[in-house]
C-alpha cells in the first residue's frame, strides 16, 4: 500500500508543479509585498465624489454609477466609455482605487490618466499635447496585465511623432481579485506614479523641454486598443468575451487648477524635509523596478535616445 500511494503521488507532482506555474503567472501568487515606503500621499488627499470631480465624455451608455459612488464603465463590440474632470490642473494628486477584469482581455485598455488614471490637453492642443499615463494593457489567461506608465510632451505622442516614455511593469498581486490605488502625483519637479502609495516610477525634471508644463485635464477610460495593446498587437480584442469591464471607486483628486493663485502648491510626495521621495520611498521604488518593471525605454537599444535626451 505504502508504494502505491509513492507511486500515486509521483504521478501528481508534474500536474502540482504546473499548477503552481500557472497561479504564479496569473498573479495570484505573489512573492512578496515590497517594503514600506514609509509616508502614505494618499492619505492626505480627500476622497471626492465623481459628480463633483468629473464629467462623461463619451460612452455615457457604457457607464454606470451606483449609490455607493462606484463607477462601472465597459467596453463592447459598439462602443467603450471615458470620463474627464470638469477642471483642468497645473498640478496635483490624481488617484482611484480600480478593480480589473480577469479572464481574456487582449487589446483593452483600462486608464487613469493626465490623460485607468492619465492627464492630458489633447483637446486644448491638438497635434500639440501633453499627456501622462497609467495603463493597464489586456492580456490573455495564463499571463500577468501590464501596468504601463507614460509622459508625452508637445505632441510627442501624436500619430505622426509618436516617441513614448514607458516603463512597464507586472504587479506583485492579482489586480482583477479586488481594488487597489493607483496614482499619478505631478509636482512642478516630479511625476510619480503610485501603486497602493509605493512609488513605482519617479519622472523628474530634468529640462523644460522634457517636462510637461501646461494645464491638463484628468481622464479615465476603457477602450480598444488592439493594434499595439497586448504584445505589439499580437493578441486582439475578442468580443465573444464582452462586455470588458472596469471598476471605480474612492476617487482622489486634489491640485492646483488654471483659476488657482501663484502660490499653490500641490500634495506633497514625501515627508517634510524632502523635495522628492524619501530615502525610505525610494528603496521602495526600486525594490518595484528590480523585481517587476519589465520594460524601460532608457535601457532600449532600438530607441533612438537622442529624441529622449532624459535617459
Same mark, same amino acid.
Given at each position: 500500500?505504502?508504494?502505491? %500511494?509513492?507511486?500515486?503521488?509521483? *504521478?501528481? =507532482?508534474?500536474?502540482?508543479? &504546473? @499548477?503552481? $506555474?500557472? /497561479?504564479?503567472?496569473?498573479?495570484?501568487?505573489?512573492?512578496?509585498?515590497?517594503?514600506?515606503?514609509?509616508?502614505?500621499?494618499?492619505?492626505?488627499?480627500?476622497?471626492?465624489?465623481?459628480?463633483?470631480?468629473?464629467?462623461? %465624455?463619451?460612452?455615457?451608455?457604457? *457607464?454606470? =454609477?451606483?449609490?455607493?459612488? &462606484? @463607477?462601472? $464603465?465597459? /467596453?463592447?463590440?459598439?462602443?467603450?466609455?471615458?470620463?474627464?474632470?470638469?477642471?483642468?490642473?497645473?498640478?496635483?494628486?490624481?488617484?482611484?482605487?480600480?478593480?480589473?477584469?480577469?479572464?481574456?482581455?487582449?487589446?483593452?485598455?483600462?486608464?487613469?490618466?493626465?490623460?485607468?488614471?492619465?492627464?492630458?490637453?489633447?483637446?486644448?492642443?491638438?497635434?500639440?499635447?501633453?499627456?501622462?499615463?497609467?495603463?493597464?494593457?489586456?492580456?490573455?489567461?495564463?499571463?500577468?496585465?501590464?501596468?504601463?506608465?507614460?509622459?508625452?510632451?508637445?505632441?510627442?505622442?501624436?500619430?505622426?511623432?509618436?516617441?513614448?516614455?514607458?516603463?512597464?511593469?507586472?504587479?506583485?498581486?492579482?489586480?482583477?481579485?479586488?481594488?487597489?490605488?493607483?496614482?499619478?502625483?505631478?509636482?512642478?519637479?516630479?511625476?510619480?506614479?503610485?501603486?497602493?502609495?509605493?512609488?513605482?516610477?519617479?519622472?523628474?525634471?530634468?529640462?523644460?523641454?522634457?517636462?510637461?508644463?501646461?494645464?491638463?485635464?484628468?481622464?479615465?477610460?476603457?477602450?480598444?486598443?488592439?493594434?499595439?495593446?497586448?504584445?505589439?498587437?499580437?493578441?486582439?480584442?475578442?468580443?465573444?468575451?464582452?462586455?470588458?469591464?472596469?471598476?471605480?471607486?474612492?476617487?482622489?483628486?486634489?491640485?492646483?487648477?488654471?483659476?488657482?493663485?501663484?502660490?499653490?502648491?500641490?500634495?506633497?510626495?514625501?515627508?517634510?524635509?524632502?523635495?522628492?521621495?524619501?530615502?525610505?520611498?525610494?528603496?521602495?521604488?526600486?525594490?518595484?523596478?528590480?523585481?517587476?518593471?519589465?520594460?524601460?525605454?532608457?535601457?532600449?537599444?532600438?530607441?533612438?535616445?537622442?529624441?529622449?535626451?532624459?535617459?
Amino acid at each position: 500500500m505504502p508504494s502505491l %500511494l509513492s507511486s500515486s503521488l509521483l *504521478q501528481m =507532482l508534474p500536474l502540482l508543479f &504546473s @499548477l503552481i $506555474i500557472s /497561479l504564479m503567472l496569473c498573479g495570484i501568487i505573489a512573492d512578496e509585498s515590497p517594503p514600506s515606503p514609509g509616508y502614505y500621499p494618499s492619505s492626505q488627499v480627500s476622497s471626492v465624489a465623481f459628480d463633483q470631480a468629473y464629467r462623461n %465624455l463619451w460612452g455615457p451608455q457604457h *457607464q454606470r =454609477l451606483d449609490q455607493s459612488g &462606484s @463607477l462601472t $464603465i465597459w /467596453l463592447d463590440s459598439y462602443s467603450g466609455s471615458g470620463f474627464k474632470s470638469i477642471r483642468p490642473y497645473r498640478s496635483g494628486y490624481f488617484g482611484a482605487a480600480i478593480k480589473l477584469q480577469s479572464g481574456y482581455t487582449a487589446g483593452v485598455i483600462t486608464c487613469l490618466y493626465v490623460r485607468i488614471i492619465s492627464l492630458s490637453n489633447n483637446q486644448d492642443y491638438p497635434g500639440d499635447h501633453d499627456e501622462v499615463d497609467i495603463e493597464f494593457l489586456g492580456t490573455i489567461p495564463g499571463k500577468q496585465y501590464v501596468l504601463q506608465t507614460n509622459v508625452f510632451m508637445r505632441g510627442s505622442g501624436d500619430k505622426n511623432n509618436v516617441i513614448g516614455r514607458e516603463m512597464r511593469f507586472h504587479l506583485w498581486f492579482d489586480p482583477t481579485q479586488d481594488f487597489h490605488h493607483y496614482a499619478i502625483l505631478w509636482t512642478p519637479t516630479d511625476i510619480i506614479f503610485l501603486v497602493d502609495d509605493v512609488p513605482i516610477r519617479n519622472y523628474p525634471r530634468k529640462n523644460d523641454a522634457t517636462f510637461p508644463e501646461r494645464a491638463m485635464y484628468v481622464y479615465g477610460s476603457i477602450w480598444d486598443a488592439s493594434s499595439w495593446a497586448t504584445e505589439n498587437g499580437k493578441y486582439k480584442a475578442d468580443y465573444k468575451y464582452q462586455p470588458f469591464i472596469g471598476r471605480y471607486k474612492d476617487f482622489k483628486l486634489q491640485g492646483c487648477t488654471t483659476q488657482s493663485s501663484s502660490s499653490c502648491q500641490p500634495p506633497s510626495p514625501s515627508p517634510p524635509g524632502y523635495n522628492s521621495l524619501s530615502p525610505q520611498q525610494y528603496n521602495a521604488m526600486q525594490w518595484v523596478q528590480n523585481n517587476y518593471l519589465v520594460y524601460d525605454y532608457c535601457r532600449d537599444p532600438n530607441r533612438d535616445h537622442t529624441l529622449t535626451p532624459e535617459c
